[in-house]
């Protein structure tokens, strides 16, 4: 078994010069989608869809994911808190995907298929997102100013 000690963040003290600038806009484009799409989370039409979905109490659910979505967004893009911000977005797509992406309940194969692949992208974004939660928001963020 693991000693603690071993499972600590791996430094990038000995990473080549470009590995911030990369790590930024890594965190740049998983971030843009919660915070981009997180604002139609608050429209009629938005809230009105996941209820013909079967969302409960979508008026109330729907923008509070909205809410999740934005804060996990951008505390991931500015690397401000961002093991909580992950984990803002973990839990945001653990509610979401099921409920907007269920696949095994769409009878239309083009559909069937692309809620399949709306379900996958948001697997990948969730392991995406439990990474930060144990890594965290690496170079150039807020959070490795405070050390």
Do not use: E
């Amino acid at each position: 078994m693991a000693s603690t000690s071993t499972l600590s963040t791996p430094s990038l003290a000995h990473a080549p010069a470009v590995a911030g600038p990369i790590v930024l806009l890594g965190r740049l484009f998983f971030a843009l989608i919660f915070v981009l799409a997180g604002a139609n989370h608050f429209s009629s039409q938005t809230i009105g869809y996941a209820a013909s979905q079967g969302v409960p109490l979508a008026s109330i659910a729907v923008p509070f994911s909205g809410v999740l979505a934005i804060l996990g967004g951008l505390s991931i893009l500015l690397g401000y808190h961002a093991r909580i911000g992950a984990w803002l977005i973990a839990l945001f797509l653990v509610g979401v995907t099921p409920m907007m992406h269920n696949f095994w309940a769409v009878s239309d194969p083009m559909m069937h298929q692309i809620q399949v692949i709306m379900f996958m992208k948001n697997v990948s974004m969730l392991g995406g997102a439990l990474l930060i939660s144990q890594f965290g928001s690496g170079p150039l963020s807020l959070d490795s100013r405070r050390k």
